[in-house]
Each structure stands twice: as structure tokens, then as C-alpha cells.
Nanobody, 115 residues
Framework: QVQLVESGGGLVQPGGSLRLSCVASGIMFSRYNMGWYRQAPGKQRELVALIFSGGTTNYAYSVKGRFTISRDNAKNTVYLQMNSLKPEDTAVYYC?????????WGQGTQVTVSS
């Protein structure tokens, strides 16, 4: 049974930081390309950051320089360090694991940036 479990969301003031974690089970984690996506109310789900199995990373333009994605294959975990948070970063953040035709999602964690 495949599970992706996110944690680390919450309420933070503008300019603050949060670190999201996603622990995977039931997959050969090191072979998967892992990503973070987000969905704000009334908007489509969008890619935030990707980290490929080899370690290469890609970021959405809106978060480049503020967010950092990383992975620890020994812990089957992918992280998203979010700095300099803005109100427009408010969304449900989802973890995604993908390889070939296999595509898995976590349940999401809410991030709210507000004063």
C-alpha cells in the first residue's frame, strides 16, 4: 500500500518560514521523482517544485529563490523549505511521487500566510 504523508503546514506571518515534510511508504523512494504542488481556493493545482531521482531540481518562477526542495532517500522523505512567505503562497500543499505510469499523491497540508 502506497502512502505519502505530508506534515509541517500551519499559519505563519508574511515573511516567515515553514518546512514541509512528506514521508513515503510502499514505494522504492529513491527511484521516484518527487514534487510539491499547491492548490489555492478557486484555482487549479500548480507545480511548486520538483526533485528528480538524480537530485536535479526545478522550481516554479513564483517561488524561485524563496523555496528549496530536498530529499533524504535514507528516510524516504522529501522536504520543502519555504522562506519569505507571502499571502499568495496560501494554499493546500500536496506531495507527489511519480515514475513512468505510477503517480501518487498525499492528502495535503494547509499553509496559511496571514498577519
Amino acid at each position: 500500500q502506497v502512502q505519502l504523508v505530508e506534515s509541517g503546514g500551519g499559519l505563519v506571518q508574511p515573511g516567515g518560514s515553514l518546512r514541509l515534510s512528506c514521508v513515503a511508504s510502499g514505494i522504492m523512494f529513491s527511484r521516484y521523482n518527487m514534487g510539491w504542488y499547491r492548490q489555492a481556493p478557486g484555482k487549479q493545482r500548480e507545480l511548486v517544485a520538483l526533485i528528480f531521482s538524480g537530485g536535479t531540481t526545478n522550481y516554479a518562477y513564483s517561488v524561485k529563490g524563496r523555496f528549496t526542495i530536498s530529499r533524504d532517500n535514507a528516510k524516504n522523505t522529501v522536504y520543502l523549505q519555504m522562506n519569505s512567505l507571502k499571502p499568495e503562497d496560501t494554499a493546500v500543499y500536496y506531495c507527489n511521487g511519480k515514475i513512468a505510469s505510477y503517480n501518487y499523491w498525499g492528502q495535503g497540508t494547509q499553509v496559511t500566510v496571514s498577519s
